[in-house]
């Protein structure tokens, strides 16, 4: 099927079966970063932390080379106009490097 970057239209109660993505699952659902924009709109999560422990796990499930670089270049697309949050994000990533 298709990969559609939305949200459900709930959320999973305690009790659905939540199952782990293989790296197959994973290197196709990030292929394109339509996502980024729900993880960087989350509250109350270091955004940072969070976005380069994925990136990072990620990079792993992808064959090229160049993933991480095309994923930290629209995270600076998409924080371009705040700073603050970008700054963050990019010592997140800085440390994993």
């Not at 709109?41 to 993933?67: F, M, R, T």
């Amino acid at each position: 099927g298709k990969v559609h970057h939305l949200l459900p239209p709930r959320p999973p109660l305690s009790l659905d079966v939540i199952y782990l993505c293989d790296e197959k699952d994973v290197a196709r659902f990030t292929e394109r970063f339509g996502y980024f924009r729900h993880v960087l709109n989350a509250k109350e999560i270091p955004i940072g932390e969070v976005l380069a422990a994925h990136i990072q796990q990620a990079q792993a499930a992808h064959k090229d080379k160049s993933w991480k670089e095309k994923a930290t270049q629209e995270v600076i697309t998409l924080l371009r106009d705040d700073y603050p949050t970008l700054m963050s994000v990019l010592g997140a990533l800085a440390d994993v490097a």
